[in-house]
């Protein structure tokens, strides 16, 4: 286990894309955990998404704050220069949560402008703002991002661990994401930036994204329309509870990594289940919790509204993690299971839908 050497207890932590899904379970366990930590979130709150669900997380947060003033959000891109560095000039940050993104793989093959511009322009600034930061202060003592499983492309070889080769992307996501990792090192070495990549394996949760297949297809549902099962439901993931995900970035943020052979301070982890679920299965655990939920009847027809489709280009078959370096580092390793997290997921959708 590595021995910790950044105490949150007190720091000042910008976190970019807090109104999203993982950023705001972020601010909430943070606040939760550290009352003494300040939480800036910087979020253009795009509507790639119902708004209202990013509202309604930022609503939450509010409520979670332990003491006055303990989170303020600006609203505004990170592909802004202007922002950033106000932010970095004013807030000063000590550590930097970056999950502000364009994400989605799908999206990418219609919208590849909104990935250049956040995931490119917009972790570029992060990395001179971080950079600029030593000028006249301390600066950043960690740069966390998050990076994502679809490095992996099609790579054969399973698990999917840090030490594979990344380098054939088969989406502009996944290509995004990949450079992301290359620009970090490259500032890690040139600036001394302490900075740690996490690639994060489909996180699903309450209050999560309505662009990912389980709550897209509980929509579907509800509406009476059918789902489709990409690759034949022969596609396997794994799937990693949104609680679990914010313990490992919560892990990760203390530990500021040492020089490594290279003479950067940086480190690159897997973060998933470890467990990969085929989609048919994950289907089955889904529908049996909106039933136990009373999302949908006991005799809804569920056979009646799936359609088994072939693979979307950009899709990979199976992605499962590699988490043996977490493991060693921070003595960590998601443990939810699917059921008791689609339960959680299931619970929420009642509540917030009114159903
Ligand atoms: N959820 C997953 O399964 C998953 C898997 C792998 C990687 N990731 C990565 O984790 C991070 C968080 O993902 P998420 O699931 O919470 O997504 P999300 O879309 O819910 O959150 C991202 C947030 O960033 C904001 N944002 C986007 N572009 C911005 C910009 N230019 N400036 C400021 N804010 C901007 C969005 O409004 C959104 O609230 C992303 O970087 C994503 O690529 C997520």
């Known amino acids: 286990?590595?021995?910790?050497?950044?105490?949150?207890?007190?720091?000042?932590?910008?976190?970019?894309?807090?109104?999203?899904?993982?950023?705001?379970?972020?601010?909430?366990?943070?606040?939760?955990?550290?009352?003494?930590?300040?939480v800036l979130g910087i979020d253009n709150v795009n509507n790639y998404y119902d708004v209202g669900i990013k509202e309604y997380r930022l609503d939450r947060i509010a409520e979670a704050a332990q003491v006055d003033a303990q989170f303020e959000l600006v609203r505004g891109s990170i592909a802004d220069r202007?922002?950033?560095?106000r932010v970095f000039d004013e807030f000063k940050p000590e550590v930097v949560v970056n999950?502000?993104?364009?994400?989605?793989?799908?999206?990418?093959?219609?919208?590849?402008?909104?990935?250049?511009?956040?995931?490119?322009?917009g972790f570029y600034n992060i990395l001179e703002a971080c950079r600029h930061s030593y000028d006249n202060s301390d600066g950043v003592?960690?740069?966390?991002?998050?990076?994502?499983?679809?490095?992996?492309?099609?790579?054969?070889?399973?698990?999917?661990?840090v030490e594979d080769q990344v380098d054939n992307p088969v989406s502009l996501y996944a290509a995004t994401k990949k450079s992301n990792e290359l620009l970090a090192h490259a500032y890690s070495k040139l600036y001394g930036i302490p900075?740690?990549?996490?690639?994060?394996?489909?996180?699903?949760?309450?209050a999560g994204r309505p662009d990912m297949a389980y709550f897209g297809f509980t929509n579907k549902l509800i509406k009476g329309e059918t789902i489709r099962i990409f690759n034949y439901g022969n596609c396997k993931r794994d799937f990693t509870f949104v609680d679990d995900i914010v313990k490992g970035i919560i892990s990760v943020m203390q530990v500021a990594p040492a020089e490594n052979e290279t003479g950067a301070r940086y480190k690159v982890?897997?973060?998933?289940?470890?467990?990969?679920?085929?989609?048919?299965?994950?289907?089955?655990?889904?529908?049996?919790?909106?039933?136990?939920?009373?999302?949908?009847?006991?005799?809804y027809d569920f056979e009646g509204h799936k359609e088994l489709v072939p693979m979307q280009p950009g899709d990979v078959e199976i992605t499962y993690a590699d988490v043996t370096a977490l493991e060693e580092d921070f003595g960590f390793k998601p443990s939810t299971s699917l059921r008791e997290g689609l339960r959680a997921f299931a619970r929420w959708y009642k509540e917030y839908y009114r159903i």
């Open 195 to 206: 900075s740690t990549g996490l690639r994060f394996f489909t996180v699903y949760g309450p």
């Open 99 to 121: 999950l502000a993104a364009q994400a989605g793989v799908r999206y990418s093959i219609e919208n590849p402008d909104a990935y250049m511009e956040s995931n490119m322009i």
């Open 269 to 299: 982890y897997n973060i998933g289940n470890n467990d990969p679920v085929n989609l048919l299965d994950f289907v089955d655990i889904l529908q049996q919790e909106l039933v136990e939920a009373e999302v949908l009847p006991e005799d």
């Open 1 to 38: 286990m590595l021995d910790k050497n950044i105490d949150l207890s007190t720091k000042r932590i910008l976190v970019t894309g807090a109104a999203g899904f993982i950023g705001a379970n972020l601010v909430m366990e943070l606040m939760q955990r550290f009352p003494g930590c300040k």
């Open 82 to 85: 202007d922002i950033v560095d």
């Open 141 to 161: 003592q960690h740069l966390v991002y998050a990076s994502s499983s679809s490095v992996y492309g099609n790579n054969k070889k399973i698990p999917y661990s």
